[in-house]
């Protein structure tokens, strides 16, 4: 019994490191415009890149506010013009193709967050109206992985690391409404780039669950948990088994 029970342990203990092992991080990098492509010098050019793990990358709506449920910065808002998107790796020669989406493929579109409003409604025994954040799949990416972001109107298109002689990028200078921690990029489109598209930039680990309405955010879920209850319910078992052992004995 004593060496099924180590074996049993050596298994799930296993189990748990590799469950609290599988993280995802990602960071967003840039360079400030330095005008060698006549550009200017008040934006920035920037890239994704995954640094562990391997999940999804999502471009999401920007909450402009949350007193209401209008959202005008919200990507498909008619006043931002957005009809795709899509991505360039930056540093796979064996892929250097544009990988693009239409931003009415409902199939690539997940709930991803929410903020509550006519919060009195609650006061009234009534659920309080909902306003979600759309996040658009851009891919699920690994490790060593690195992205630019490509956005079009339908008649002109921006990528977020391809200088082009104008100010088309930036990065940092929106906050979300609520998330002020969320990373924040900025694409120019339109007639002489004059539309400043705002989206968040959101990632998950491939096993996370997309939305919770309990909580109003997603994520990975918390690492452990399951190896826990099959820690627990391992010991429970050996204490039970030994225990009646003793009692045939006796």
Known sequence: MKHILLSLLTIVFAFTATTASAAFNYDVEWKAYDNSNYEGT???????????????IYIADLFNNI???????????????????????????????????????????????????????????????KYYRNGYLLGEFKAGD??????????????????????????G????????????????LGPSNGVQVNFGILGMAT??????????TFGSP??????IILVSGL???GFWFVRRR?????
């Open 42 to 56: 008040s934006g920035k050019y920037f890239t994704v890149k995954v640094t562990e793990g391997t999940g999804k």
């Open 67 to 129: 007193q209401s449920n209008y959202q005008g910065e919200a990507l498909a808002s008619s006043q931002m013009g957005v009809t795709g998107y899509g991505y360039y790796y930056v540093n796979n020669a064996n892929d250097t193709a544009l990988h693009d989406f239409s931003l009415s493929d409902s199939s690539r579109v997940s709930q991803l967050d929410y903020y509550e409003y006519n919060t009195w409604k609650a006061y009234q025994g009534m659920d309080p109206d």
């Open 146 to 171: 690195e992205i630019e972001i490509y956005l079009t109107d339908g008649n002109m298109s921006v990528s977020s690391n391809t200088p082009t002689g104008k100010h088309i990028s930036n990065y």
């Open 173 to 188: 200078v929106r906050q979300d409404a609520l998330n002020p921690d969320m990373r924040v990029a900025t694409l120019y």
């Open 207 to 216: 096993e996370s669950v997309v939305v919770s309405e309990d909580t109003g």
């Open 222 to 227: 918390l690492p452990g948990g399951v190896p």
């Open 235 to 237: 010991f429970a078992f």
């Open 246 to 250: 003793k009692v045939i004995a006796a």
